[in-house]
């Protein structure tokens, strides 16, 4: 059984770009979840993808956007790109049903360095 | 809204010391409790979790009980080794998506 995975480990990008983040999904999950974790922090919930649809939205502003594919797959994409939104992403994915989600396995997480 | 407030870090400890680190949540009803663990490097292990009051969590020699009178999930350990050198989050679940809220972290140095 494959875990989650994060791609890229690493990314360095300069104020006002663009950034794709990519999860791949725990065998047999459908659902994706995406925090985000500041230095010395906790994960704050950015917003969560359950069978490709939203599924709920953290305080986080419209450009941090994302999809989930049909594999339940998923990408986090932030737009014009801040110096506060340097942190580490973190990808987690559990097997949701209606009204449950079951526990969240994490991805290693993407550290992105915006410079 | 919800929250999670867990004891501020550094702790550091010797080899065979017991361990408590405090957390405290507010919510509304009943959120599920979680702790997790965080290696350097590395992503959030889900450490252990208790989802009604006075419910256990139990993992590794690691215990937390669900305290709705006041609110709590300390976590314990009788005895510390030096592999549990990590940062510990505390965690609450609650709502139809049932994101987790956490709390920002204990850093734990054990010494041998």
């Known amino acids: 059984e494959t875990g989650v995975t994060q791609s890229p480990t690493h990314l360095i990008k300069t104020r006002g770009q663009q950034v794709t983040l990519r999860c791949s999904s725990q065998?047999?999950?459908?659902?994706v979840s995406w925090y985000q974790q500041a230095l010395g922090q906790g994960p704050q919930f950015i917003f969560q993808y359950y069978r490709e649809e939203e599924n709920g939205r953290g305080n986080f502003p419209p450009r941090f956007s994302g999809l989930q594919f049909p594999n339940y797959s998923s990408e986090l994409n932030v737009n014009a790109l801040e110096l506060d939104d340097s942190a580490l992403y973190l990808c987690?994915?559990?097997?949701?049903?209606?009204?449950?989600?079951?526990?969240?396995?994490f991805g290693p997480g993407t550290r992105l360095t915006v410079t | 809204g919800n929250s999670v407030t867990q004891m501020e870090g550094p702790v550091t400890l010797s080899e065979e010391a017991f361990l408590t680190i405090n957390c405290t949540y507010t919510a509304t009803g009943y959120p599920s409790l979680f702790w997790y663990v965080q290696y350097p490097g590395e992503g959030l292990q889900l450490l252990l979790k208790a989802t009604k009051a006075d419910d256990k969590g139990s993992n590794k020699g690691f215990e937390a009980t669900y305290r709705k009178e006041t609110t709590s999930f300390h976590l314990e350990k009788g005895s510390v080794q030096v592999s549990d050198s990590a940062v510990y989050f505390c965690?609450?679940?609650?709502?139809?998506?049932?994101?987790?809220?956490f709390g920002k972290g204990t850093l734990l140095t054990v010494n041998p």
């Open positions: 987690a994915s559990s097997l949701g049903a209606s009204g449950t989600i079951y526990e969240q396995y």
């Open positions: 065998s047999g999950h459908n659902t």
């Open positions: 965690a609450l679940s609650k709502g139809s998506n049932y994101k987790l809220t």
